[in-house]
């Protein structure tokens, strides 16, 4: 940092002809920046400047030296400009990932109107249901669902992850219609599977849990087929209500009403988080995307 220090001094001598006035420039005592440029021109083994009691001119080797530390100081004001301004604006690569699911039908189309508002951004969308670190995996936002996570980093809640659960009326005019949770074990299943295995029908009933599960129709990770199956009458499915919404609002499936209430765990309050490290949100590019997420899912 002396070097450059005493590489700026020389440069204004240079382009002002007056120790004086480059030192103005940088508030200090001409003497100290007389020194600096003379330990310069020592550790160089060369005069780069002829010195007067009128003024200062550069020697034919400080000409050739000045003109290369100009270029190089100028290269690092770019260098400069170009961190000031990737700190100041929203760009650079941005990496999201998210569940499946909640990718499919929320986060990509509203990632349309995102890339609009910030077009320097490059977005880097990962969709998977496993769990991943957000330093170890080298993401910058993610987007999961379940209870409020431990790992140490900011939570968001965007929405309730409330399961519940649904059937096609073709399959309840064949099947029957539950209203009871034991009557579910007479029900074909529709099974979301975890990294902790298929999720589970519970019920709390006369204080204690029981598991209710109807037989296995299919299992599967990839919840959009599943509800895919039980619009077409295959089965019973636990789902997220905001996955179900499109196929509640069709009428191609119902929610069911059944007492005492169904649950996927005993604790039924689930959310959908968005999870980010506390000092990366000083980062415009995470900043604009936290900020912009909060404000659009709206459930």
Known sequence: MDQFRALRYFSKVAETGSFTKAAVVFGVPPSSLSRRVADLENSLGATLLKRSTRDVKLTEVGQRYYSQVLDILNQLEQSNEAV?????????????????GFGERILLPLLDEF????????????????LSALSRDDVDVAIR??????????AIKLMGNQFIPVAAPSYLAEMGNPKHATELKLHKGLYFRTPNGPTPWLSNINGQWHDVSGPQVA??????????????????????????AHHLASGELVELVIEPQVQISQNNDMAVYLLY???????????????????????
């Open 84 to 100: 000031r301004s990737y700190q100041a604006k929203p760009m650079g690569h941005l990496h999201i990932s998210s569940m499946v």
């Open 115 to 130: 890339s609009q508002l910030y077009p320097e951004i490059v977005l880097d969308v990962s969709l998977s249901d496993e």
């Open 145 to 154: 669902g379940g209870y409020a996570p431990n790992e140490r980093v900011l």
């Open 219 to 244: 299992v599967s990770n990839n919840g959009k087929w599943l509800g895919e199956l039980a619009a077409q009458g295959k089965g019973v499915l636990m789902a997220p209500r905001w996955a179900a």
């Open 277 to 299: 490290q506390k000092q990366r949100y000083l980062v415009p590019k995470v900043k604009a995307a936290v900020d912009f997420l909060v404000a659009r899912v709206k459930y």
